[in-house]
C-alpha cells in the first residue's frame, strides 16, 4: 500500500528514461527524477543539455525511447493516441516564444485552448477573464497580441496555459526573451500559481534569477541529471 500511496503524491515519475533521436543523438541518459504534486521546481543546464527533451517528454510531445514515464498518474510509454488530448488538457505549456497569433486579441489567444475542448462562449468568457485577471492584463483583453510588449505576450502565453486550470505547469526558458525585471515579475507570477496547488516545473539557464528562490533545482549535463 505504501508504494501505491506514494504514487498517488507523484506528478511526475521519471525511472531509468532514456531519449534517443534517430541520428543517434542521446539526448536522455538514464533519467531518474520524481516531482510531487503541488511542488516547484527548476531543471537548469547548458542549452542543449536535454532540457527542452524532457519538458517535452513530460507534456507528451515526445516520446521517451525506453523507460518509465508517468505523469498524473498516466502512463505516457503506453497511453494511446486517442486518450493524449485528455492528458494535455491538464498540462499548461510556456515555451520562450509566446507563439501567439499577432492578429487576434489577447482575449481571443488565451481561449483557445477552451475552444478546442469544447466549452461554451459563458464558461469561456468566464475563465478567460479570470485568467487574464490572474496575469494583471484583464484591462488588455481587446489588444492585438501584436500591440502588446514583450513581457505582455509572455504573461499572455502564461493565461492561455493555465486557464485550462492545469494540473501540471510546464515552462522552457519562459524569461529567456526578457530583461531581469519583467523575468522576475514572470517567476513570480509561476510562484503564485504554484502557491494555489499547481504542480510547476520550469527548465532555465538563469541561474542569477532562481538561486536564492526556495525552491528545488535540478541540473542536467548531457544528457544525464547532476542534482
Do not use: C
Amino acid at each position: 500500500m505504501r508504494g501505491n500511496d506514494e504514487a498517488t503524491k507523484l506528478m511526475i515519475k521519471f525511472t531509468n528514461l532514456y531519449k534517443k533521436y534517430p541520428n543517434g543523438h542521446e539526448a536522455l541518459i538514464r533519467i531518474h527524477f520524481h516531482l510531487k504534486k503541488g511542488e516547484m521546481t527548476f531543471l537548469t543546464g547548458h542549452s542543449g543539455a536535454g532540457k527542452s527533451t524532457f519538458l517535452n517528454i513530460a507534456g507528451s510531445l515526445e516520446k521517451a525511447t525506453r523507460g518509465q514515464a508517468e505523469v498524473n498518474g498516466v502512463d505516457l510509454m503506453t497511453i494511446k493516441r486517442k486518450a493524449l488530448p485528455a492528458f494535455r488538457q491538464r498540462v499548461g505549456i510556456v515555451l520562450q516564444n509566446p507563439h501567439l497569433l499577432p492578429d487576434k486579441t489577447a482575449f481571443e489567444n488565451v481561449s483557445l485552448p477552451l475552444i478546442i475542448a469544447g466549452f461554451n462562449k459563458t464558461e469561456t468568457k468566464k475563465r478567460v477573464h479570470a485568467a487574464l485577471d490572474k496575469v494583471r492584463l484583464l484591462s488588455k483583453g481587446n489588444f492585438l497580441a501584436e500591440e502588446l510588449s514583450t513581457g505582455e505576450q509572455q504573461r499572455i502565453a502564461l493565461a492561455r496555459a493555465i486557464v485550462n486550470k492545469p494540473d501540471l505547469l510546464l515552462a522552457d526558458e519562459p524569461t529567456g526573451n526578457l530583461d531581469p525585471d519583467l523575468a522576475r515579475e514572470i517567476i513570480q507570477l509561476f510562484t503564485e500559481f504554484n502557491q494555489v496547488g499547481t504542480t510547476v516545473l520550469i527548465a532555465t539557464h538563469d541561474i542569477e534569477l532562481i538561486k536564492t528562490l526556495p525552491y528545488r533545482i535540478i541540473k542536467i549535463e548531457a544528457g544525464r541529471l547532476v542534482e
